[in-house]
């Protein structure tokens, strides 16, 4: 059994999901892991992870735009509005969707679906630099 | 320590929440883990996996018209419409539940509550056949 | 390679986001585990987990109300009512939440970013007792 671990780095810039499945699956190749499971751990509230389709664009930008719709800025009722209108929203989206993710690595590579990517969901209007760390516990 | 692995195959047929707790703890019962941990992972995007409530089969009932209302069909900011109406849908409710899950084992069994079961929620309106990749580390 | 295993004991006071960040962070000190993974599982389906904001406490008022929103009680179509108004809405309110997180540590700490808390988000009106399990696997 092996354990490695480093931290992704990725630059956003402002709303919108942001595919790093193939910094992933580098990290994996440079480390050589042959079998286990792959952690990633976001370490940020106004952002999250997701794990959807990456083929058709128009499937990203629905989901972007329906985002907009299901937690839309600018409630009356919002109280945390310190740093913005996008500030309260962005916490609610990160809260529906994910601070963490755990896929199993096969034969050398993750074990995605045919069309899963991996993304991160960039919720705050302005581009942030993002902390992803990733852990690798190897079988091999 | 022990690393066990297979995958469970789903047949759906259309919408629904579809209960899978026994299909998991078939295997790990096959295994004879004791004590470990045991990783759920999904390889689609427009099928999800949820933990709830497994007595009342109306609790059930809800949570699939929850989604209906939550995330309605036919709206016509749609762009992702090639395979029909439950396609952007079906990624959008996958977006918002989960692809994997992770559970610990005690004393030869899965720790769940006493009311929770393991769902595999189909979001497509057709029956699929679904794939779950199960991953256990055992601390035998 | 180490395994540790307890069980967190939550008291909630009704509907809320409760911060056990502490509790999780207190058990890993008395382990003395430097490196590794941190699992943590809720074994209840009318409660959840959420990773938030911890600083402002606007912030956490703005979830709370927005969970309100989002997943309105008394709506007529409900059909799993028997233990109240609350009852469905709790079980659909924690599906779009985390029963599980996994959570990496280093050098001696849970690997959270600056303003990242450990929450239990209770959905039920009344107080209730939560138990989350938590897991570390230790690389030492």
Redesign the interface.
């Known amino acids: ?1 092996n ?1 490695y ?1 480093d931290t992704l780095t990725i630059q956003t810039r402002g709303k919108g999901l942001y595919d790093f499945t193939q910094d992933v699956a580098n990290r994996l190749s440079k480390w050589g892991v042959q ?3 792959c ?1 990633l ?6 952002a999250s992870l ?4 990456n083929w ?1 664009p ?2 990203r ?3 972007e ?2 985002m907009e ?3 839309p800025e600018d ?1 009356r ?4 509005t ?1 740093e913005g209108s996008d ?2 929203p962005s ?2 989206r ?11 690595i ?1 034969d050398g590579h993750l ?6 990517g991996i993304y991160l969901f960039e919720h705050r209007a302005r581009g942030h630099t993002r ?1 992803v ?1 990733i ?1 690798c ?1 190897s ?1 091999d």
């Open positions: 059994m354990w671990k079998e286990g499971m952690y751990f976001l370490q940020h509230t106004s997701v794990m959807s389709e058709d128009t499937a930008q629905d989901l735009a329906f719709h299901l937690v409630q009722w919002y109280r945390h310190l500030d309260s916490h609610m990160a809260m529906l969707t994910l601070p963490s993710l755990t896929i199993p096969d074990s995605l679906g045919t069309w899963q902390q760390l852990r516990l079988m």
